[in-house]
């Protein structure tokens, strides 16, 4: 797996879909995932190769996972 540090939620969002909609597969949608941070915020895909990709963002300022 290669991972990717994008510096917005937002941007993984959109770099999530514009991969997706390339032809790459859903592994798990952008989101929080607490067990690694608060503000941990992660999308996974696969490309067509069949290549895992984790696009995230841990910005410390930007907002939290709500609770």
Do not use: W
Not at 28 to 39: D, I
Not at 44 to 53: H, M, T
């Amino acid at each position: 797996m290669v991972a990717f540090r994008v510096a917005t939620q937002a941007l993984v969002q959109e770099l999530h879909a514009a991969a997706l909609a390339a032809g790459g597969r859903n592994e798990g949608s952008p989101g929080f995932r607490a067990e690694y941070s608060p503000n941990f915020y992660v999308g996974y895909l696969r490309d067509p190769q069949g290549n895992k990709i984790a696009l995230y963002c841990d910005d410390k300022d930007a907002p939290g996972r709500p609770d």
